[in-house]
């Protein structure tokens, strides 16, 4: 029985799709429920798997294709697949078939040597990363080379029986490559990258966005974190960080300056009463915002978790739509990655975010003295058509003030 595969049904706040990975071929055998297609969006990269044990008959939209909600892309035909139909796919999977009637190593070289037992994700790996196909042994059916055959190639993984060196993208000219030529690669930008330019861009040219600074103490919160984080680690399963503190003294000054937790909608300026807190995340694809909902009912210990999971599932790819719409405010903390100073820019439709950044123990004046500090430097970017510069110092210096004594968050003074 023949039927039809569909894109996902997108979100109204998204409007097309990128067919980005094609995980099985015309004629493969498909169990219900796997992997078959990925489509990525602006925001997110969507799974459509097999609706039952069968053979995708037909694929109708390609990988680069744009594609709408909805969309047919492709055929699937149910049943139970036999060796001779998944044979029956492709001409190619034919003869690597064939080909394992001899020896392994005669079948092994084979499959080595001919492009077209390259499924189209293990393809469109090995052409991003610069590898030559043929220096991968494929470990798939009839010697098929698959995606997770050339990602262990490319991490040096021993198991994947390939004996030979990794290729990498940044790796110098190869002898093909006439001397004194200055090799180049173009690669077509993902969506996902797109998006984030575009709202960088519109950031920049629609907001009135400025950028105040501020300096905190860090040595009352980290001698905090060594006090308690073994009974902490004991009591709650996670490790308490600096995020959730940043995070519970933003929702705190959010409540004293509402304009920060506003949005513009045209000409109309949205006050929330609530704080819902964006954590920006650096993955491969790009940077996501997922956002810890309701923060203010939320303890140290949830807010960590929270954070633990986006992480985990921006690392899989697995955030949804769902988890990165809305946000009232975001935080980001670009001192993981050794950054001292910088400007973040702002999240539209939010007016505001707050950059956090490396620790760096400084030489600082405490009653007449000089003390080595833990030092941090703060910065709000924020939109002065919606926020007044009283209001943004003011704020920062509340975090500011909240962090470097923490009891302040407990007790709302």
């Known amino acids: 029985m023949s039927t039809e595969i ?137 010697g098929r080379v698959t995606k997770e055959d050339v990602q262990a190639h490319i991490d040096g993984n021993k198991s994947s029986g390939s004996s030979q060196s990794t290729a990498k993208a940044a790796s110098a000219p190869t002898v093909d490559i006439p001397l004194g030529d200055r090799p180049s690669k173009r690669v077509p930008m993902t969506r996902l990258r797109a998006s984030i330019a575009k709202r960088l861009v519109q950031a920049q040219s629609e907001a009135a966005m400025l950028t105040t600074f501020n300096e905190v103490n860090m040595k009352p919160i980290m001698d905090l974190r060594k006090q308690y984080q073994d009974s902490f680690v004991n009591r709650h399963g996670v490790k308490l960080g600096f995020m959730s503190f940043f995070a519970k003294a933003a929702t705190e000054a959010l409540k004293r300056f509402p304009a920060v937790n506003a949005s513009i909608d045209g000409n109309d300026m949205v006050y929330h009463g609530y704080q819902d807190i964006g954590i920006a995340v650096s993955t491969e694809r790009g940077l996501v915002v997922p956002v810890v909902r309701d923060v203010d009912s939320l303890g140290l210990a949830d807010i960590e978790k929270k954070i633990i999971e986006f992480g985990q599932k921006a690392k899989d790819g697995k955030l949804s739509i769902e988890d990165m719409t809305g946000g009232t405010f975001t935080i980001t903390n670009g001192g993981i990655f050794g950054s001292l100073l910088s400007t973040p820019i702002l999240n539209p439709p939010q007016t505001a975010i707050l950059g956090m950044h490396k620790i760096q123990e400084r030489p600082m004046a405490v009653n007449g003295q000089v003390e080595i500090l833990p030092m941090m430097y703060l910065a709000l970017s924020y939109d002065h058509r919606m926020i007044d510069g009283k209001d943004a110092v003011q704020f920062l210096v509340a975090i500011k003030e909240m962090i470097e004594d923490p009891a302040r968050i407990l007790l709302d003074a």
């Open 6 to 142: 569909k894109a996902p049904v997108f979100p109204e706040s998204v409007a097309e799709g990128t067919v980005a990975t094609w995980h099985k071929k015309p004629g493969e055998p498909c169990e219900r429920d796997e992997l078959i297609v990925d489509i990525e969006t602006d925001k997110v990269v969507l799974e459509v798997v097999a609706p039952a044990d069968g053979v995708i008959e037909e694929i109708l939209k390609d990988e680069g294709d744009t594609v709408e909600s909805g969309e047919v892309i492709g055929r699937f035909k149910a049943g139970e697949v036999g060796e001779s139909q998944a044979e029956s796919g492709s001409d190619k999977a034919q003869d690597s078939e064939k080909a394992t009637s001899g020896s392994d190593e005669t079948s092994e070289s084979s499959a080595a040597s001919d492009d077209a037992v390259l499924s189209p994700a293990a393809r469109k790996l090995a052409d991003e990363n610069d590898i030559d196909p043929k220096t991968i042994k494929g470990t798939g059916k009839g």
